[in-house]
């Protein structure tokens, strides 16, 4: 019996489920959490969701998204807990003890410890959302419109509106079936990539402004410090994603966020366009990360610390890439 | 005999063919030009394919790109024309003389003239790409590789990687087949989306840094001036797809940009993001659009031009969809 049948089965068997998502929970994780409970709703079951963390702004508009209750107590004791998009201590919520009589972990996460004796795991799949897909269809649910915006969200924002390598047929099949159910492509655009804040706009606008790059064009990096925060009435979290502009850079291997946290402290963010492996470099900055994305923190000024990593980066490219040229751009020749 | 059908029994009678695309061609018009010439040689026509304007350096990825002939004087004569994703006089080569006996038209844009007898139109589809799937199946030749990566780029770019509202569940379908056939998505993400030229990235900082909105933020706003161009070694080109970034603003309706094309003359553009209909506006500030996009030139000091045209929008606005709250953003409530 397959993992899925398994889970499948004993979640029909349960009166009471509780759900939660991993802290600072994201467009999969929340599609995934929402649509399994109103697919479990359908089965007539009684369905609590709950997170550590509130449901970001830019995800309130999923169906159903109000009910889900954040903070770290939970009450009451439920037939199933379920965890997704994470492995069970990524919820945040308990430590070792739980207040339901089965475990149940869906993930899609390679990292996942499988810790919990029901864990369906599946690293091929884009979104945690695919895997949910599937057992909706296992209980044999009929998808409703909210579920299946639910899904197309999940799938929709973990593959980066199907520009990330991990976009396979499968997700687009699947993003197909939901757009056929009732999901609104533009709704969930709209709500995700077309509700940028105002003075989070103005920010990346004066943190794109002051870029640097390599003489060989392949490290770009953009500097935030508390001087530009204040400037603009923003904080550390507006910065999220702003290192994909800067990856976004033609020739550029290796992009760098250096953001102030400390009179003479500066937190990296380093990202990778898929050439570079960062796993190595990140540790040598007091940091971790993997492959494609890194961070650490760092002390010293400005000056030093950018020295340190960006000779550092250029380093690690020459190293895997050998050494690059020094006219990064076609168009000034 | 639907017009996909006569159209496929007549190239198949062809020998010799030309294609063309429109003027300033797009990932839709290139990727449909490229797929079709790759199909029709798997039938031993002889193709050429031929455009007014260069392939822009972001589609050079394209298989075959190389290939596509471009500038005005086009040589020789031929069994078939083909111009996809435009109606012929958009592809800017011919005035109602053309070398070829049998001229064919396949094009998705409702405001096509169907001027040719041999002309297949269908506005549902979301890309150009999408009708030339379906030929190429008509024709029977079987999708490799290089034809998938075409059409995958074709429904990518036109859908804006399946962010807008003309992404459709025949869009994704498509789109998973041509992954199926081998199609890379992350390959078609790097070139597309991960291809920014530095001082382009610099000047959109500058740009939205200096954005503004009016009191209700449901007009936003930026300036590109002769003295950042010159500052940032860019031009008028660089600013392609900048005023998105406005329109993405959080409660705003509809975005502006001016960019001044003289010492005292602005030209403008405006976008709205679905509710506004922006095409009477664009008339009376002198231009044309449609309901989402408008532009037009207006003669004045920044000022003056700034005062009439957000004033405008403003009226418009109010007359829609009623007048706005003073308090844009929930976050500083």
């Known amino acids: ?109 390679l990292t996942n410890p499988r810790e919990w004796p029901l864990t369906w795991l599946d690293p091929d799949a884009s979104a945690c959302g695919e895997m949910i897909y599937e057992l909706i269809n296992e209980f044999g649910v009929t998808i409703d419109r909210d579920i299946a915006l639910c899904l197309y969200t999940a799938i929709f924002t973990d593959t980066g509106s199907f520009r990330y390598s991990n976009t396979s047929p499968e997700s687009m099949k699947i993003a197909a079936a939901m757009l056929e159910f009732g999901a609104d492509p533009w709704l969930v655009t709209e709500n995700v990539y077309e509700s940028f804040a105002y003075q989070r706009l103005k920010l990346l606008g004066a943190v794109l402004a002051g870029m640097e790059r390599s003489e ?64 190595g470099l990140a540790q040598s900055f007091g940091g971790g990360g993997h492959k494609n994305a890194a961070g650490g923190t760092m002390g010293g000024t400005l000056e030093e610390v950018k020295r340190k990593v960006i000779s550092g980066v250029g380093e690690a490219i020459t190293a895997q890439l050998g050494a690059g040229g020094a006219d990064p751009d076609g168009r000034r020749r």
């Open 216 to 279: 060989d064009g392949r490290v770009a990096w953009v500097v935030v410090t508390d001087e530009l925060f204040r400037r603009t009435g923003t904080t550390a979290e507006d910065t999220d994603s702003f290192i994909n502009f800067v990856r976004s850079v033609k020739g550029v291997e290796v992009a760098v966020l250096f953001r102030q946290t400390g009179e003479a402290q500066y937190k990296l963010s380093l990202r990778s366009k898929g050439r570079i492996d960062l796993s």
């Open 1 to 109: 019996m397959s993992d899925l049948a398994r889970i499948a089965e004993s979640l029909k068997q349960c009166r009471t489920i509780l759900i939660s998502a991993h802290k600072s929970p994201d467009g999969d994780a929340l599609g995934s959490q929402l649509a399994l409970m109103l697919a479990l709703e359908k089965l007539n079951k009684t369905v609590t969701a709950h997170n550590l963390d509130p449901v970001p702004e830019i995800y309130r508009f999923l169906p159903h998204a109000g009910r889900i209750k954040t903070g770290l107590l939970v009450q009451g004791r439920y037939d199933a807990y379920v965890v997704v998009d994470a492995d069970p201590p990524r919820s945040g919520l308990f430590d070792k003890t739980y207040p339901a009589d089965i475990l149940i972990n869906i993930d899609h996460h």
